[in-house]
């Protein structure tokens, strides 16, 4: 198990076009989580699974986000009519118990320009 | 609402020397407290996670210390190396499962 694969590593799109995010957690980890990150912040909170049932959405995610975890294995992010304010590092997660700490991909850079 | 400051917000030091990174966070109801890892343009690498009941953990050069009274943890890099120039990011977690960042130190070493 190589750890937690994101794809793609990069996405330009034009502002108003839809793009979707995937993450493939580590096998045995049923907790998936999605954060942002902006240019000098510390990531923030978008969402988290357990298993396929999605938990828990921030507050910073309007209804133009959408997030999915299918049979609680891999998870996609989906953000349609993208905006300039959508430009961010979107990083996902996985941990396999409460307590025992995060993996994080290496994540997505997406730019809309 | 929990908050988490990292100071200094940069840091340059000779290779070489041994230096603290701070971190403090306000609620002190904390499962565990991770530190992490991110270069530039990169995705985070965890270093160390220290649980609640744990005062501190220690992996290679690195050590970790956790006051939860206070509030307060250190990641104490010894005889530092030009490698380890990077931005070095503290995060809590509640029973939230939720992570709470701070916002990082980006610590230079200098050859």
């Known amino acids: 198990d190589t750890g937690v694969s994101q794809d793609p590593r990069h996405k330009i799109t034009k502002r108003g076009q839809n793009v979707t995010f995937r993450c493939d957690p580590i096998?045995?980890?049923?907790?998936l989580y999605w954060y942002r990150q902006t240019l000098g912040q510390g990531p923030e909170f978008l969402t988290y699974f357990q298993n396929e049932a999605q938990l828990e959405k921030s507050r910073l995610l309007s209804d133009r986000f959408s997030a999915e975890r299918p049979k609680g294995s891999f998870s996609t992010l989906e953000i349609q009519r993208t905006e300039q304010g959508d430009s961010a590092m979107y990083l996902c997660?996985?941990?396999?118990?409460?307590?025992?700490?995060?993996?994080f991909g290496s994540g997505t850079r997406l730019t809309v320009v | 609402k929990q908050e988490v400051t990292q100071i200094p917000a940069a840091l340059s030091v000779p290779e070489g020397e041994n230096l603290v990174l701070n971190c403090s966070f306000t609620d002190s109801a904390i499962y565990n407290l991770q530190w992490f890892r991110q270069d530039p343009g990169k995705g985070l690498t965890s270093l160390l996670l220290?649980?609640?009941?744990?005062r501190e953990q220690t992996s290679g050069r690195l050590n970790a210390s956790l006051d939860k009274s206070s509030g307060r943890s250190t990641l104490y890099i010894a005889a530092s190396q030009p490698g380890d120039s990077a931005t070095y990011l503290c995060?809590?977690?509640?029973?939230?499962?939720?992570?709470?960042f701070g916002t990082g130190t980006r610590l230079t070493i200098i050859p």
């Open positions: 220290i649980q609640s009941s744990q």
């Open positions: 096998s045995e980890h049923n907790r």
């Open positions: 995060a809590v977690m509640a029973g939230n499962e939720k992570l709470t």
């Open positions: 997660a996985s941990s396999g118990r409460l307590n025992y700490g995060y993996t």
